[in-house]
């Protein structure tokens, strides 16, 4: 397949940890500030859509970009950016290749067995060579790892990353947005990470500027 080459491009990827609101809000984020997305989907992080979300995504490619291009318009306007869903061993597609892939690239969420091959440069499916692509090719690379607690084993494998450059980001919500809803705190992480990544966005209003609104209001 000839894939067509844009300048908003990036690599995301899906992995079985609990978290799979983050992973589906983002991603419709990114398609709605008109990026091209090349989507990894673990086996693990089907069985967690399924539960999470109640969404049955299909190992078909195609069909799976179909399934979540049609929720996302269900929602809202049209989505204007790019959708690739990728399978395993799909080593022809531009992430493969530090000479075609995206120099950026979100895991979200990131399970710790994702993290660990990752850290160890194992490179073992289309997902963890995308990683290692990005780290080497000195790109942007974000780890939302969804676990608690961390084991040393972790811990460890977060810290090799982050010498490497790495950004991790565990998905930790704050509260001083003062949430109502779940859909509130799955935005503040993704915000979060649309921050890193240069993504204007209006998901949840910023530290400070609510505040000075508030006490200037009542001078």
Known sequence: MNYPRKAKAISLAWTGASGAPYGLRLLECLLR???????MISSAARVVLATEQGLQLSSNGDKAKDQLLELFESQGEPVTGELFVLGKEEWFSPPASGSAAPKQMVICPCSTGTLAAVATGMSNNLLERAADVVIKER???ILVPRETPFNSIHLAHMLSLSKLGATIMPAA????HDPKSIQDLVDFMVARI????????ALTQRWGYAKHSASSSDN
Do not use: R, S, T
């Not at 500030?33 to 989507?39: E, H, P, T």
């Not at 919500?173 to 001083?176: E, I, L, S």
């Open 33 to 39: 500030a008109d990026y091209q997305v090349f989507l």
């Open 139 to 141: 790109g942007q690379l």
């Open 173 to 176: 919500p704050g509260f001083y």
């Open 194 to 201: 649309l921050d890193h990544l240069g993504v204007d966005h």
